[in-house]
């Protein structure tokens, strides 16, 4: 896995051209529902989550959505950032196969 943050480069860290990306983190909606929500008798909320999405044969469009919605997990409103990295999950080709 490769670690990428908001302003840093992939290529540094280990990709390399001909690597073939096969997984990355996004993140995306789910409903979750807190014991005392479920007790009570009420319904669950949607909250944003960080997921490992596969990316094998996803065109280069879906990549970028998915690198992008990692954006989303960062508050607005609090004085810090929130961790915007991305994972990426690659295979390297090796040369001759």
């Known amino acids: 896995m490769i670690r990428s ?11 390399r051209p001909g690597d073939v990306l096969r997984a990355l ?3 995306r909606m789910e409903m979750t529902y807190p014991t005392a929500n479920l007790l009570l008798g009420g319904v669950g909320r949607p909250k944003l989550k960080r997921v490992a999405l596969p990316a ?14 990692n954006a989303q997990l960062q508050d607005p409103k609090a004085s810090r950032p929130g961790d915007a990295s991305v994972l990426l ?8 196969r």
């Not at 908001?6 to 280990?14: I, L």
């Not at 094998?56 to 919605?69: C, M, Q, Y």
């Open 5 to 15: 943050g908001p302003c840093s480069s992939p290529a540094p860290q280990g990709l």
């Open 25 to 27: 983190t996004g993140a």
């Open 56 to 69: 094998t044969a996803r065109p280069l469009l879906w990549v970028r959505e998915a690198i992008r919605s």
């Open 89 to 96: 999950g690659a295979r390297r080709r090796h040369h001759g």
